[in-house]
């Protein structure tokens, strides 16, 4: 029989938690239930530990963090985790695990569908589809919803994912893994309801939203450095010939080059342009056997 734990990050959730263990231990009853205390300020891990939940604190800040941490410390065959603020349907869960096995995927993805108008905030609505657009032409993504916090995981997948964020962004990360390395996973619709009344979100739009931006710029310089790369040189170099357009007119009709500075200017960015490109094709190469280690890690694992 395989072993089932459930993963519950939490930070602040005290008003919550109880319900969302309670909700997973009728849904699962076999289920081991983890909380992992982010340092919260109210009493959340006492809480849980009355619930039945196995407590762990994790000390270091940010949801990443605690993800790795989860990783790293619980063994099961099969994982689910969820966030702890009573917005996922645990109902859910035995359908995810059911697709788990029947798909033989590594990654379950619970895609949000609003029980209410008031679920989603409209900032966090146009974020999430703003970026599943990013990836899908960034990683040729095929996610409807890349930042869902309620998944489904194999071992194989958890011990060999190496989490890299330390933020709200171990989602995007959670993808882009996938989509990286072709692992196969699976989408399934789940209703996602509105925050307790004494239950308050801790992603902030514009700041979470720019720093979530950031590390998928970085983790595509990672996974595709030629295309990173390749996009700098195309605009350095149609700058160049921009800048440079002209001066050679004027050069092809005088046999002068009137603005010295201008001439030098546009020979240095189109320096810089191969510069870039010689960087891509060299990093391109360190990226496919770092991706070559990392797939015969995943496709080695029992």
């Not at 938690?17 to 009853?29: R, W, Y």
């Not at 072709?182 to 514009?206: F, G, M, Q």
């Not at 001066?247 to 240095?268: H, K, N, Y």
């Amino acid at each position: 029989m395989k072993t089932l734990a459930v993963l519950i990050p939490c930070y602040n959730e005290a008003g919550t938690v109880v319900n969302v263990i309670k909700s997973f231990k009728k849904c699962l009853p076999t289920a081991t239930i983890y909380v992992y205390d982010n340092c919260s300020e109210d009493n959340t891990a006492e809480l849980a530990r009355k619930a039945g939940a196995i407590v762990v604190t994790a000390r270091i800040r940010g949801k990443g963090n605690v993800v790795r941490k989860m990783f790293s410390d619980v063994d099961a065959d099969i994982y689910i985790m969820v966030d702890g603020d009573l917005t996922y349907a645990a109902e859910d869960a035995p359908t995810m695990i059911d697709a788990l096995i029947t798909e033989k995927a590594d990654m379950v993805v619970a895609v949000r569908k609003e029980k209410s108008k008031d679920a989603y905030r409209a900032g966090h609505k146009f974020g999430n589809l703003a970026f599943n657009f990013i990836l899908k032409i960034l990683f040729k993504s095929t996610f409807r919803d890349i930042f869902s916090g309620y998944r489904a995981f194999s071992k194989r997948f958890v011990k060999t994912f190496p989490v890299m964020t330390d933020g709200f962004d171990i989602e995007a990360e959670l993808s882009i893994h996938a989509l990286t390395l072709a692992i196969p996973c699976v989408e399934i619709d789940s209703v996602y309801s509105e925050r307790p009344a004494n239950s308050h979100s801790k992603l902030n739009t514009l700041k979470d939203g720019s720093k979530i931006f950031i590390s998928i710029i970085k983790l595509l310089k990672e996974t595709r450095p030629l295309f990173f790369f390749g996009i700098i040189f195309l605009v350095l170099f149609f700058l160049s010939i921009e800048i440079s357009y002209p001066l050679i007119l004027t050069f092809m009709e005088t046999g002068l080059v009137p603005r010295l500075p201008t001439a030098v200017l546009s020979t240095g960015i189109m320096m810089l342009s191969f510069i870039s490109l010689i960087c891509g094709i060299i990093m391109d190469s360190i990226s496919q056997a770092r991706m070559e280690v990392k797939k015969l890690h995943y496709l080695l694992f029992n």
